[in-house]
Structure formats: C-alpha cells, structure tokens
C-alpha cells in the first residue's frame, strides 16, 4: 500500500487515476481548486483518501497544501508517489498570444510540476525510494498549430523531467512521463466548444476530427492514461517516457 499525491485530480485524467490506484489498494490524496469535486471522488472511493485544495500556480497555496498532506501522511509510509497531472490548454493563434496567455500556460503546466517535485523529492532521496509520474502530451513531443503557449510548457515539462530523472539515477527515486495525445475528458470537450463556436461545425463532427487525428483513429479514455500512471509508478524504470496515441487499447480503458 503506498500513499500517492494527485493534482489535477477533481476532474478526467487526475479523478480516473485516484480511482485506478485506490481500486489498487493505494492511498490517495486528491488535490486540485475544486473541493467539492474532491470530496465526491473521495467519498466515492472504497480505500481511504484525503481530499486537499491546492492551486498549483500559487507557491503558497502549494505548501499550506502539503502542510496539510504531510500530517496527513506521517503516519501512513509519507508521500512515495507523485502525479503532476494538474493542467490546462489555452488555444490563441500566435498572432494574437500575449504575456498573461504565455504566463497562465506556463504557470499551471510547468511551473506547478516543478514547484510539487522541488518540494517533494528531497524528502524521497532522503528516503532513498519514491517514483514521479508527470502528465505531459503528445504536444510535449511535436507543435500543434493554435496552441503555442500550451506546447512550450508541455516541452518544458518534458524537458525538466529528463533532466531531472538523469539527476535520480542510483538515488532509488523513479521519475516517468506520459504524453497522451486527445483524451476524452472535461478538458477536450470544453475545446470542442470553442472550436464549435469558431467554426459553425457541430460539437459532435468536431469530436470526430480529433479522433480521427489521433494515430489509432480514436479518442483515448482516461482509464487508460491511468493504467499507463500506475504502471509507472509501480514498476516504471526511471527515465520512462510512453507516448499514448490510441492505436493500442491498454489495461482495462477499453
Ligand atoms: N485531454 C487531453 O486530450 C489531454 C491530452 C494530453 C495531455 N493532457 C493533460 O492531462 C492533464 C489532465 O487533463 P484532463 O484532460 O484530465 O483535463 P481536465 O478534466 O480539465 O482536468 C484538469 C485538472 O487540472 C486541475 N487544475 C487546473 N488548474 C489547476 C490549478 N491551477 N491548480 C490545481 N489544479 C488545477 C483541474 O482541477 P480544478 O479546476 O478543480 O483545480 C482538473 O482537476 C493535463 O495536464 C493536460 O494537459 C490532456
């Protein structure tokens, strides 16, 4: 049993995760802005789980958080597993980006991933154990047009994880990455709409479009993505970097 801090977990990715390794026995604390979302997914969860509000982008808001984290885990093994899952995608061609577009980006899709593993590492190397998952995407891996800002923090979030799993080897602390391309989440849906509103194209051909653009002709399910986190954080070696496209079903997301 191991005890796991989950950002973004209030909604899709995150919320599939703190269900996917509970159901797995494993301790849960459930952090993200929305408390009530929290409190549902907590309460809907058979094993225990602590539901924490924390805002990612605000340092202090962070380690009131894991004040409260910490106590919570002292007398349960502390905190072994990390999943920076927090994020959000903001679309503007780069015509028309601007400073507080490029900040907003960074802030929640780099700067809060780097914020929680600077906090959270040291104790796991003192430890001598641990393992980081970091939620990236496939715009962590090449550009997509409309989403400059979003893409750069993404390649940074990679970045940061490659060179920080490279300063983990032989000190048994494990950091992984995933790259999910279109998932079918809160996140994709609220795009949908606003390519909608763009576009005059129904919600629904749009949908279809971004399936069709993922490899494997689908959308991906945030089950799946959650059976990529666990396995990492089980069993993933340090450096890990997997790249889910659809074009393979994994785990039970199917
Ligand atoms: N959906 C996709 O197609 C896709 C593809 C590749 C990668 N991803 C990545 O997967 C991750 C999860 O996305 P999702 O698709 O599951 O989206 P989602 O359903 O919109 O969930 C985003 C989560 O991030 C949290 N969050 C946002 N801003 C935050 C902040 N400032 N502080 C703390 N938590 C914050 C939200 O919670 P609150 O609002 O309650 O704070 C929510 O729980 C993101 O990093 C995203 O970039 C998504």
């Known amino acids: 049993m191991t005890l796991t801090l989950i950002t973004g977990a209030s909604s899709g990715i995150g919320a599939a995760t703190a269900r996917a390794l509970s159901a797995a026995g494993h301790i849960v604390i459930a952090a993200a802005r929305r408390l009530e979302s929290l409190e549902g997914l907590c309460d809907s969860l058979e094993g225990e789980a602590l539901p924490l509000v924390m805002d990612v982008t605000d340092p202090g808001s962070i380690s009131s958080a894991l004040e409260e984290a910490q106590a919570f885990a002292e007398a349960r093994g502390g905190i072994e597993w990390l999943v920076n899952n927090a994020g959000a995608a903001e679309s503007a061609p780069v015509t028309k980006a601007d400073e507080a577009l490029a900040a907003r980006m960074m802030e929640v899709n780099f700067h809060g991933a780097r914020r929680l593993m600077e906090a959270l590492l040291p104790g796991m190397v ?79 051909e749009l949908r279809a479009f971004l399936a069709s653009e993922n490899p494997g002709g689908r959308l991906i399910t945030p089950e799946e993505v959650a059976d990529v986190i666990h396995s990492l954080l089980s069993e993933g070696a340090n450096g890990s970097l997997v790249e889910l496209d659809g074009s393979e079903p994994v785990g039970n997301g199917e």
Do not use: F, I, W
């Not at 800002?149 to 048994?172: D, I, P, Q, T």
């Not at 996140?187 to 606003?194: D, F, G, I, R």
């Open 126 to 204: 003192r430890g001598g154990s641990g393992a980081v998952v970091n939620v990236a995407s496939s715009a962590g891996l090449a550009g997509y047009a409309y989403v400059s800002a979003y893409c750069a923090a993404k390649h940074a979030l990679v970045g940061y994880s490659r060179a920080v799993s490279a300063e983990m080897e032989s000190k048994g602390v494990r950091v992984g990455l995933v790259c999910p391309h279109y998932v079918d989440t809160p996140m994709t849906a609220a795009s949908l709409e606003k390519m909608a509103q763009k576009t005059q194209k129904s919600p629904e």
